[in-house]
């Protein structure tokens, strides 16, 4: 149609494959190591989103404080979850289905939580930024929206070199391909993991505070997850750059239905890319071998 | 054997007890949002009854008997709706208040209907919730003290085209929702009627969070003002990100705008937008009640719905005591005929051949971020 819509949908779909992006990598994460689908990842970026949200209207803290606060919120919040509703599970060796209906159990109750506790009103973050649009060749996108894309990227970066330079990294890639031989090496597999969840929690509280600020802080905004479970499976479920690739190609996919096709049409879109990717290509994009991951 | 005769016993007597109680109150079903997404104006609506009730049965009841609330939490969900609709005429409650949304009330009026009890319904502002879609006749058991979505529409698209000097509009409404899917069609017919052209109708489903892509193509069509016929929490949203687009056109929405909390999610974007209104905080009407209120809860109404909802109980009321019985058939009778009496937001005469109010005005408000308020701008009796 118009030139000027391609752009636009083009920068506006990106700007959304950024936070699916943040999210997915926490699914990875977890995928990787335990071989699970940790539904519960929605509700810690929903807590993380809270924390930070309390830290921002309450203290009135700047953005960089925030933003820190609810990455070790929302990291603290996860590891206690694992240790909580997982790790008895685990060390039973109990089947990764089990894990999985643990997970979806955690995210409803602490979703029900919040209910309970802080009540179902919507929440909006003060505006850090107030409204700067940056325009370019006549689209428009927000200040905001940039500043989330680059730090998505950079996080994602940060955690990639992380796991492929550092000890603790290499002793998260062992567990990947082998928990037992890793503990048996002397590895404490108990700490590995807790690392794994404060990790994938951290990036939960990125991307809690960045869905809070661009929409609304609610106790059900974790379901939002589901298209970044979308995006680990595209992307290839446990690999850290197919987190990041499928992220952006769904966001960017998704916006195009929308504006080309029918808005209505999106998720009908989304959802069908999901099975497909079940169906014929389960190890997504990047994960060709579902042996190796992160 | 002589364990289980004595626990019966006990039963019995609690059975009688309960049936002997329950001839000296009436109850009075409501069916509200206590959570989920409409949980700001249910629990205000709940607050509000039950300040109501207080001072009716202080001042000696209805018929004698004391009025007492059958309260389930329907929250905002149609299925929900509909069960609690079957749990309070299993109940056997006289009359029921509620819901305020559309879509419920549409699903709950058949289940009240076929149970003789008469609903009326707090907010509803679809024409279908007391006309039968199918049979295009009036439903016997629905009744609401609100206006209606053709006038509401109507108004919005007559302020937007004479006030605004609005000549191509757009629409961004709920697909999944039939209080925006309707108040589109009725936006777009009076704003064509007025003159004006409709440059874009755009969709999003129920609980999307990102109207990007409908706000992109929007932007490239220029309107002048870009109506929105849904909840503060949406509207909220649509208006920062319109914003973040550079769209520059005056948003327009409707009586669900109208929550205290649309200038805090909204923040400066949805500042100087235009809505729809069933009550305005200032109106002298409502004056007595607002400061009631804030004198017991310490905080002000979530409007219109404490408002509408103590009208419904006051014409449920006023219906008992034309009536002078608790029997649906009776009573509902008594709802169609009411005429000239005062409920909480003015004078009130229900319309026998649709069931609705005969003179319910709307306002016009601006949002206004600085003051953190809804500045009054125009109220319209007609638009005729």
Redesign the interface.
Known sequence: ??P??FL??LI?GLS?GGIYALMAVGYSLVFSVLNFSNFAHGAVIMLGAYVGLALASKLSLSFGIVLAGSIAGAGLIAVLNEKLAYSSLRRRKAPSLYLMISAMGCAVFLENLV?ATI??????FP?FF??Q?I?IGGS???L??VGAFLFALVAILGLHLFIKRTRTGIAIRAGVSDMTMCSLMGVDLDRLIAIVFLLAGGFAGVAGVFLGI???V?P?MG??TNKAYIAAVIGGLGSLPGALAGGLILGVV??FV??YIS??M??VFSFSLLIAFLVWRPNGLWGTDSEEKV | MKKIAVVLAAVMVFVLAGAVCAQEVISIGHTVSL???A??WGQSEARALDMLAKKINDAGGVLGKKIEFVRYDNRNDGVEAVNVARRLVSDGVVAVIGPAQSGNSIASAPVFERGKIPMVVTTATNPYVTIDQRSGKVRPYAFRPCFIDPFQGTVAARFAVTDLGAKKGAILYD?GSDYGQWLAKYFEEAFVEKGGTIVAK????T????Y???L??I??LTPDVIFIPTS??EA??AA?QA????IEAVLLGTDNWGSP?LI??????IDGGYFVNLADLADPDIQDFVAEYKALFGEEPVLPNPVMAQDALIMIVEALKAAGSTDGEKLADALANLKDIKVTSGPLTINPEDHNPLDKPAVIQQVDVANRTFKFVKKYFSVD
Not at chain 2, 202 to 205: G, I, L, V
Not at chain 2, 207 to 210: G, K, Q, R, S, V
Not at chain 2, 243 to 246: I, K, T
């Open positions: 149609m118009w000027g819509l636009q949908t506006t959304i209910y009540g179902s009103r919507f929440y909006a505006e107030g409204r649009v325009s428009s996108v927000s905001l929206d661009k929409y609304l609610y059900t379901w939002v998704e916006t929308s504006s808005s209505v999106r998720d | 959570t989920g997404g949980s700001m697909v755009e969709a999003f489903r609980d999307e969070l990102d990007r892509a409908q992109g193509k932007k490239e503060q929490k909220a949203m920062k914003r973040d687009l550079g909390d805090e999610l909204g923040g400066s974007a």
